[in-house]
């Protein structure tokens, strides 16, 4: 069974760039579609971005177009969130989902996704 264990996360100031991991083990990754979802206190978890299996198909919430870039290395089964001119708005917990099903990723509802990680914590300060 695969797992994940996302890394990266931190405290920065608005504006400032962070990179997070999402890093595959169990087995590998390049047969799934990853996602990255973020969730704040008393919400539900909000959909970021997703890279199919082959790393050349992204989507990505409106909220961080042009500021997020997600992108994956399968030789090092990790899957990459680099996210820039951050805002105080993203503060969250950034959580990775792997699933093979590329519309389940990306479905604005689903989230009951074959593998989650266990979080890592995002701040941005004002």
């Known amino acids: 069974q695969v797992q994940l264990a996302e890394s990266g996360g931190g405290l920065v100031q608005a504006g400032a760039s962070l990179r997070l991991s999402c890093e595959g083990s169990?087995?590998?990754?390049?047969?799934?579609?990853i996602g990255w979802f973020r969730q704040t206190p008393g919400k539900g978890r909000e959909f970021v971005a997703a890279?199919?299996?082959?790393?050349?198909?992204?989507y990505y919430a409106d909220s961080v177009k042009g500021r997020f870039t997600i992108f994956r290395n399968n030789a090092k089964d990790t899957i990459y969130l680099q996210m820039n001119n951050l805002e105080p708005e993203d503060t969250a917990v950034y959580y990775c989902?792997?699933?093979?099903?590329?519309?389940?990723?990306?479905?604005?509802?689903?989230?009951?996704?074959?593998?989650w990680g266990q979080g890592t914590l995002v701040t941005v300060s004002s």
């Open positions: 989902a792997a699933d093979l099903n590329w519309g389940r990723i990306i479905d604005s509802t689903f989230r009951d996704f074959e593998v």
């Open positions: 169990g087995g590998p990754l390049s047969d799934y579609n």
């Open positions: 890279v199919d299996w082959s790393g050349v198909g992204t």
